[in-house]
């Protein structure tokens, strides 16, 4: 009996010791993958996020502290399609981390799962800053992200395969929020509204949510608008009489704020990601955007 006792005090001193299992350590490019990732990984992964949301991704820029987490990383996730194209292909190389380079299990573009839109049959530089690959910004897409979100549970559960239906749960209980939070997207009908955009962000939202864009206040992609461009816009508007004018917390808004004055049109200033204006996850970025649009 004494031995039993021995044994076991013994058996508690050892679990006690026994490290937890090792977090999966994520790096994500940009807030709203870091949140999705989040949402399926919880308490079994670790995420640093290299984007703040006050930052516009098309401009970012690699910095070592960048580099330093890219090197302790299991796993880099990114938008993909070009978004990053002017510093991870730097921070990857620079970290000199074997996991995440390209080719590599742990090198994820979460573009692959996109069904993307707007891809150039050709470009020139004439044509102002297009993204060769397609349209980028899938971040308000329901039914693209609902597919990402599938392809990083597969992908957790590779990297650790004992956690996996772990994993799958926590998707499970994702696709069931989705659900229930598009019913409430679709009740706030959007369908034959017209928008003018600043920036081509939400060509995928219109597609999805039947809305019409149709105007630009940047002339072409990354071109600010210049005095006669903006004169003509303000003539077409009077012709289509938009609903708004859309632009985002760091994109467009200077311009659009002009733009609505001379036209009285009302501007919409939207989050374009996760970690502004109350928008803590990618389903609350949704309910911002849908209920500020309606």
Request: hydrophobic share 45%; charged share 25%.
């Given at each position: 009996?004494?031995?039993?006792k021995?044994?076991?005090?013994?058996?508690?001193?050892?679990?006690?010791a026994?490290?937890?299992l090792?977090?999966?350590?994520v790096?994500?490019?940009l807030?709203?993958i870091g949140?999705?990732?989040k949402?399926?990984?919880?308490?079994?992964?670790?995420v640093?996020?290299?984007?703040?949301?006050?930052?516009?991704?098309?401009?970012?820029?690699?910095?070592?502290?960048?580099?330093?987490a890219a090197?302790?990383?299991?796993?880099?996730?990114y938008?993909?399609?070009?978004?990053?194209i002017?510093?991870?292909p730097?921070?990857i190389?620079?970290s000199s981390?074997?996991?995440?380079?390209?080719?590599?299990?742990?090198?994820?573009d979460?573009?692959?799962?996109?069904s993307?839109?707007?891809?150039?049959?050709?470009i020139d530089?004439?044509m102002?800053d297009?993204?060769?690959?397609?349209n980028?910004?899938?971040?308000?897409?329901?039914?693209n992200?609902l597919?990402?979100?599938?392809?990083?549970?597969?992908i957790?559960?590779?990297l650790?395969?004992?956690?996996?239906?772990?994993?799958?749960?926590?998707m499970?209980?994702?696709?069931?929020?989705f659900?229930?939070k598009?019913?409430?997207w679709r009740?706030?009908?959007l369908?034959g509204?017209?928008?003018?955009?600043?920036?081509?962000l939400?060509?995928?939202l219109?597609?999805e949510?039947?809305?019409?864009?149709?105007?630009?206040?940047?002339p072409?992609?990354?071109i600010?608008?210049?005095?006669?461009?903006?004169?003509?816009?303000?003539?077409?508007m009077k012709?289509?009489?938009?609903?708004?004018?859309?632009?985002?917390e760091v994109?467009?808004?200077?311009?659009s704020?002009?733009?609505?004055?001379?036209?009285?049109?009302?501007?919409?200033?939207l989050?374009h990601?996760?970690?502004?204006?109350?928008?803590?996850?990618?389903?609350?970025?949704?309910?911002?955007?849908?209920?500020?649009?309606?």
């Amino acid at each position: 009996m004494k031995m039993k006792k021995y044994l076991f005090a013994v058996l508690i001193v050892l679990l006690a010791a026994t490290p937890a299992l090792a977090q999966v350590k994520v790096v994500a490019t940009l807030p709203f993958i870091g949140s999705l990732a989040k949402e399926i990984g919880k308490d079994r992964i670790d995420v640093v996020t290299l984007i703040k949301p006050s930052q516009d991704p098309h401009f970012a820029e690699a910095k070592p502290s960048m580099i330093l987490a890219a090197r302790k990383a299991d796993i880099i996730m990114y938008n993909g399609l070009d978004l990053e194209i002017g510093y991870l292909p730097r921070i990857i190389e620079s970290s000199s981390n074997p996991k995440i380079q390209p080719g590599k299990i742990g090198n994820f573009d979460c573009s692959q799962f996109v069904s993307v839109i707007e891809k150039p049959v050709a470009i020139d530089r004439s044509m102002g800053d297009v993204h060769p690959l397609g349209n980028p910004h899938y971040v308000f897409s329901p039914a693209n992200i609902l597919k990402v979100a599938e392809g990083m549970t597969g992908i957790l559960s590779e990297l650790d395969p004992a956690n996996a239906a772990y994993f799958k749960g926590n998707m499970q209980a994702f696709r069931a929020r989705f659900i229930e939070k598009e019913k409430q997207w679709r009740q706030m009908s959007l369908r034959g509204k017209k928008f003018i955009a600043y920036h081509k962000l939400f060509e995928y939202l219109a597609r999805e949510f039947g809305f019409q864009i149709v105007g630009y206040v940047e002339p072409k992609p990354g071109i600010p608008p210049s005095a006669g461009y903006l004169a003509e816009l303000v003539e077409s508007m009077k012709r289509s009489r938009p609903d708004a004018i859309l632009a985002s917390e760091v994109n467009g808004e200077r311009e659009s704020e002009a733009l609505g004055q001379k036209t009285g049109t009302r501007v919409v200033i939207l989050p374009h990601d996760v970690g502004n204006a109350g928008v803590k996850d990618w389903f609350s970025l949704m309910d911002k955007v849908v209920e500020s649009l309606k």
